[in-house]
């Protein structure tokens, strides 16, 4: 069953398309995070970018990556090399064989419609779609002045298919890549690499996709077909799914000298900066075999103490949850059991100065839904909101205090804050609703309202409102507050404005105890991500928006894209980077200063 390898995704450059692991889920070779893709009747009311189909040029030979040279080769990297996979007989004959069952799999599933959140004429059409690797490109062209202040490389990934999807996907599940732009001295650089996870090696060797999609596949019957395949190839030996299987496409993280990219479906992957502004994939990074399991894309660094606080989620057996922490210098805490009657699908956390703040949300995961025809992830409408309030430090989970907060699904927290004199804590996030609706053709308006959730400690009683005044109200989502206070009381969050979804039209400067809006509006058939805070300095004494906003930005008529850096005070434009080639909608972004970058691992 052949399929064009990433070099498709050079024919979205001159074909511009608009458009409208525990140790458990290891033994079964997949992580699955996928949500229910039960059909529901359609209605047109969705307010979202991505209705209609698109026609994708796919080119019918592939690339090589020798024709994408490497600026810097002084890296210490292990070396990768790529070639046809010598099987013995028998693997040849099993390979032959679960590639015919595949195409009869395939074959049928294409004699149904996929829905639109599954559909990869949808998900990837337009600027959604995926672009080659990008060798260092020096000296680009600047509108504006660069601040002299920013000296570093702002880094944001996103989700990059190397093959041409061959059945259901979803926009979360393309191959992580890197798009970096290093800034020095008001000059600028861009380079843009894939993240080579094992799960991507394997597959370039083997020169099409044979890892299931979390989303985009695993769903019912044909889902459980995928899986029963896949672990068929990894008992012939034809894939290892023992190295993981993740695609480290969601959060960056600088942490201990070392820039980590990260899924919540595996360890994260160290990622070397190069001299010349140059990505390299050093590998997967267990914190030097301190790390057994699987760590969600968006861990936390206390801005103050230094320490990385994270979590990790099992779908199959308990423990489903656990807390865990690094020193500075990356020493791992013991693990802390989490209880949780039901596996539970946690995208992001917070922390305040001592506490972590876990969300055990209604979606969730059963396994045993795809056996009936469903997904192993749904929504259940019967399951309790609540927080999970727990000191940092804590070596169990006996004194973790549980706050309900009913019909509360924050896909993603912007901050979290303690006030002892009313003994709450402050949480700050987006409430989505139709909670699965980033997921599933939902037959209501998506909504993303940006909240202040109250949790008191002592009556374990909660209130939440939204933050804008409903007449102002805009999908908000993706974005921050200034690091540099995280977890510590914030009066500014900075949120992609999410219209038309998923596109992001501007973003927002929002006042989070006056409810005030600010906003920045890309212009017309213009559309950026998440707006990146970086503050002028580490000095908490200066003011909270002292600093600027870095977000890329893509122009739809022009097919061209651009780094904008924005003071945050006043939402002045102060320099436009002109980028060397087309710049996908993405996830998550960090930067890197200069001077850590001196001591990079």
Same mark, same amino acid.
């Given at each position: 069953?052949?399929?064009?390898?990433?070099?498709?995704?050079?024919?979205?450059?001159?074909?511009?398309?608009?458009?409208?692991?525990?140790?458990?889920?290891?033994?079964?070779?997949?992580?699955?995070?996928?949500?229910?893709?039960?059909?529901?009747?359609?209605?047109? &009311?969705?307010?979202?970018?991505?209705?209609?189909?698109?026609?994708?040029?796919?080119?019918?030979?592939?690339?090589?990556?020798?024709?994408?040279?490497?600026?810097?080769?002084?890296?210490?990297?292990?070396?990768?090399?790529?070639?046809?996979?010598?099987?013995?007989?028998?693997?040849?004959?099993?390979?032959?064989?679960?590639?015919?069952?595949?195409?009869?799999?395939?074959?049928?599933?294409?004699?149904?419609?996929?829905? =639109?959140?599954?559909? #990869?004429?949808?998900?990837?059409?337009?600027?959604?779609?995926?672009?080659?690797?990008?060798?260092?490109?020096?000296?680009?062209?600047?509108?504006?002045?660069? #601040?002299?202040?920013?000296?570093?490389?702002?880094?944001?990934?996103?989700?990059?298919?190397?093959?041409?999807?061959?059945?259901?996907?979803?926009?979360?599940?393309?191959?992580?890549?890197?798009?970096?732009?290093?800034?020095?001295?008001?000059?600028?650089?861009?380079?843009?690499?894939?993240?080579?996870?094992?799960?991507?090696?394997?597959?370039?060797?083997?020169? $099409?996709?044979?890892?299931?999609?979390?989303?985009?596949?695993?769903?019912?019957?044909?889902?459980?077909?995928?899986?029963?395949?896949?672990?068929?190839?990894?008992?012939?030996?034809?894939?290892?799914? =023992?190295?993981?299987?993740?695609?480290?496409?969601?959060?960056?993280?600088?942490?201990?000298?070392?820039?980590?990219?990260?899924?919540?479906?595996? +360890?994260?992957?160290?990622?070397?900066?190069?001299?010349?502004?140059?990505?390299?994939?050093?590998?997967?990074?267990?914190?030097?075999?301190?790390?057994?399991?699987?760590?969600?894309?968006?861990?936390?660094?206390?801005?103050?103490?230094?320490?990385?606080?994270?979590?990790?989620?099992?779908?199959?057996?308990?423990?489903?949850?656990?807390?865990?922490?690094?020193?500075?210098?990356?020493?791992?805490?013991?693990?802390?059991?989490? #209880?949780?009657?039901?596996?539970?699908?946690?995208?992001?956390?917070?922390?305040?100065?001592?506490?972590?703040?876990?969300?055990?949300?209604?979606?969730?995961?059963?396994?045993?839904?795809?056996?009936?025809?469903?997904?192993?992830?749904?929504?259940?409408?019967?399951? *309790?909101?609540?927080?999970?309030?727990?000191?940092?430090?804590?070596?169990?989970?006996?004194?973790?205090?549980?706050?309900?907060?009913?019909?509360?699904?924050?896909?993603?927290?912007?901050?979290?804050?303690?006030? #002892?004199?009313?003994?709450?804590?402050?949480?700050?996030?987006?409430?989505?609703?139709?909670?699965?609706?980033?997921?599933?053709?939902?037959?209501?308006?998506? =909504?993303?309202?940006?909240?202040?959730?109250?949790?008191?400690?002592?009556?374990?009683?909660?209130?939440?409102?939204? &933050?804008?005044?409903?007449?102002?109200?805009?999908? +908000?989502?993706?974005?921050?507050?200034?690091?540099?206070?995280?977890? $510590?009381?914030?009066?500014?969050?900075?949120?992609?404005?999410?219209?038309?979804?998923?596109?992001?039209?501007?973003?927002? *400067?929002?006042?989070?105890?006056?409810?005030?809006?600010?906003?920045?509006?890309?212009?017309?058939?213009?559309?950026?991500?998440?707006?990146?805070?970086?503050?002028?300095?580490?000095?908490?004494?200066?003011?909270?928006?002292?600093?600027?906003?870095?977000?890329?930005?893509?122009?739809?008529?022009?097919? =061209?894209?651009?780094?904008?850096?924005?003071?945050?005070?006043?939402?002045?434009?102060?320099?436009?980077?002109?980028?060397?080639?087309?710049?996908?909608?993405?996830?998550?972004?960090?930067?890197?200063?200069?001077?850590?970058?001196?001591?990079?691992?």
């Amino acid at each position: 069953m052949a399929s064009s390898t990433g070099n498709w995704a050079k024919a979205q450059i001159s074909h511009p398309l608009s458009s409208s692991s525990s140790s458990s889920t290891v033994d079964l070779g997949f992580f699955p995070t996928s949500i229910s893709r039960k059909k529901r009747q359609p209605n047109n &009311i969705i307010h979202s970018a991505l209705h209609s189909r698109s026609v994708l040029h796919f080119p019918k030979q592939p690339y090589e990556n020798d024709m994408i040279p490497r600026e810097d080769t002084s890296v210490n990297v292990k070396p990768k090399t790529h070639h046809q996979p010598q099987w013995n007989l028998l693997q040849r004959t099993a390979a032959m064989a679960f590639d015919m069952a595949e195409s009869a799999l395939v074959s049928r599933e294409r004699q149904h419609p996929l829905p =639109k959140t599954a559909d #990869p004429l949808v998900q990837i059409s337009g600027n959604f779609a995926p672009v080659p690797e990008q060798p260092v490109k020096q000296s680009l062209p600047i509108t504006g002045t660069i #601040p002299s202040c920013i000296s570093g490389v702002y880094l944001r990934n996103g989700a990059n298919p190397l093959f041409e999807p061959v059945a259901g996907h979803h926009l979360f599940d393309g191959d992580g890549m890197v798009h970096a732009v290093s800034i020095d001295n008001g000059n600028a650089s861009y380079a843009c690499r894939f993240t080579e996870t094992q799960r991507l090696l394997q597959e370039k060797e083997l020169g $099409r996709p044979v890892f299931p999609k979390a989303i985009g596949e695993l769903h019912g019957h044909s889902g459980i077909a995928r899986l029963l395949l896949f672990y068929a190839r990894g008992l012939f030996g034809l894939v290892d799914h =023992k190295q993981g299987t993740g695609i480290a496409n969601a959060g960056l993280v600088y942490f201990n000298n070392r820039l980590l990219a990260m899924s919540e479906d595996d +360890l994260p992957y160290h990622v070397r900066i190069t001299a010349s502004g140059d990505l390299e994939t050093v590998g997967r990074y267990n914190f030097d075999d301190q790390l057994k399991s699987t760590m969600i894309a968006h861990p936390k660094i206390d801005p103050f103490s230094k320490e990385l606080f994270a979590l990790s989620y099992d779908v199959v057996q308990k423990p489903y949850l656990k807390y865990f922490r690094f020193s500075p210098d990356g020493r791992k805490s013991p693990d802390v059991e989490i #209880p949780l009657t039901v596996p539970t699908m946690m995208h992001d956390f917070a922390i305040t100065e001592n506490f972590v703040v876990i969300p055990d949300q209604p979606v969730v995961f059963k396994l045993q839904e795809m056996i009936t025809g469903g997904s192993p992830v749904i929504y259940d409408k019967n399951k *309790k909101s609540q927080f999970g309030i727990l000191s940092k430090n804590a070596s169990d989970s006996k004194d973790v205090i549980w706050v309900e907060s009913p019909d509360t699904f924050c896909f993603h927290l912007w901050n979290a804050w303690e006030e #002892p004199e009313s003994d709450e804590v402050v949480v700050i996030g987006s409430c989505m609703t139709p909670p699965d609706s980033i997921f599933n053709e939902c037959d209501e308006s998506l =909504k993303s309202v940006l909240s202040e959730i109250r949790l008191n400690l002592k009556t374990g009683e909660s209130t939440r409102r939204s &933050i804008i005044l409903e007449s102002d109200q805009v999908n +908000l989502e993706a974005g921050m507050v200034n690091r540099n206070r995280l977890g $510590r009381k914030t009066r500014y969050a900075y949120l992609a404005i999410a219209e038309p979804w998923p596109k992001v039209s501007g973003f927002a *400067k929002v006042d989070l105890f006056t409810g005030e809006v600010k906003k920045h509006i890309y212009g017309d058939r213009r559309y950026g991500g998440e707006p990146f805070f970086l503050p002028q300095d580490d000095n908490c004494e200066s003011a909270e928006d002292d600093g600027y906003i870095l977000s890329f930005v893509h122009d739809e008529k022009t097919w =061209k894209s651009e780094l904008q850096i924005l003071n945050a005070m006043n939402l002045h434009l102060e320099a436009s980077i002109k980028l060397p080639s087309r710049v996908p909608y993405g996830f998550h972004g960090t930067f890197i200063d200069a001077k850590a970058l001196v001591n990079q691992a």
